[in-house]
């Protein structure tokens, strides 16, 4: 595959519309505040999905702290292991096994190294400590920790939960520029667990819980979709269209111009979108 690339050339190219100074200047006001109008709605709904976030954590925090529970750490009770890697170029396209990497599956594999399914925490990069739970007879590469407990003690489906809001994984995450974490900075992380009938209980409530929390997430998702697709229809407006990695060419096409014959705002909107569509 080759790399898209925006030349002096193919700038010179393309055919834009070019109404008086005045007219530019009056559609761009209108995109700005119509862009705004959604950018307001946006936030919004983020602001109720960040809400809904907060308030699954605290439930599921909640149900996992009670009276009589036994305390231990994470090292105590679990093996935590990387597996092997494996390179992007060794995984088949048609492959027989599903290959799991930080954040899920990542292609298919000819063999599997886990034949039953595992919980697994992301250890590398952006998404440090996000939770999955690998198919069973799958491959897991070493970008996702393995995440075994005891079964006599504790169920996978319980320390799924401890994972996803029962513990502070931000204490095991090191490194700014790479984060990650290791197993030696889970193994310290105290938690407590109950009796496994007592386990199940809990599991049973929170997934109820986590099912109705997850429809309205779902629920803000589709809300800001429907506003956005209103607000592009109503108004027949065009898509944002970033082009911050072709700045250079805007500064080029100032300089030329210099606002004599072309709003620079009127170009970005107007490029932004024809380049994009070609």
């Known amino acids: 595959a080759t790399v898209d690339t925006l030349t002096i050339k193919k700038l010179a190219s393309v055919e834009i519309s070019l109404p008086p100074l005045a007219e530019q200047q009056r559609i761009v006001a209108k995109l700005d505040a119509a862009f705004a109008e959604i950018d307001r709605a946006i936030e919004i709904e983020e602001a109720k999905e960040a809400e809904v976030e907060r308030l699954k954590a605290s439930l599921i925090s909640s149900l996992l702290t009670s009276e009589g529970m036994t305390a231990s750490t994470l090292g105590e009770t679990c093996r935590m292991y990387q597996p092997k890697t494996i390179s992007t170029k060794e ?4 492959g027989d096994y599903v290959v799991f990497g930080a954040n899920g599956i990542i292609g298919r594999y000819n063999k599997y190294n886990h034949e039953h399914e595992q919980l697994l925490v992301t250890c590398r990069g952006a998404t440090c400590g996000a939770v999955n739970i690998s198919h069973p007879k799958s491959w897991i590469t070493g970008n996702a920790m393995v995440i075994q407990p005891d079964a006599a003690k504790v ?13 502070n994984l931000s ?5 700014s520029a790479q984060p990650q974490i290791t197993r030696k900075s889970l193994e310290p992380i105290a938690f407590s667990y109950p009796s496994l009938k007592e386990q199940e209980r809990v599991v049973e409530a929170l997934d109820v819980a986590s099912q109705k929390l997850e429809k309205a997430i779902e ?4 809300n800001k979709a429907i506003f956005f697709k209103r607000e592009i229809c109503s108004n027949n407006l065009f898509l944002k269209r970033s082009i ?3 700045i250079q060419y805007i500064i080029y096409i100032h300089a030329i111009f210099k606002d004599q014959f072309i709003n620079i705002e009127y170009f970005i909107l107007i490029f932004g979108y024809v380049y994009a569509i070609k």
């Open 155 to 167: 169920s996978m489906r319980y320390m799924e939960y401890v994972f996803r809001g029962g513990i």
């Open 219 to 222: 629920h803000t998702r589709v």
């Open 171 to 175: 204490k095991a995450i090191t490194g």
């Open 244 to 246: 911050v990695n072709n």
């Open 91 to 94: 995984m088949v396209a048609d």
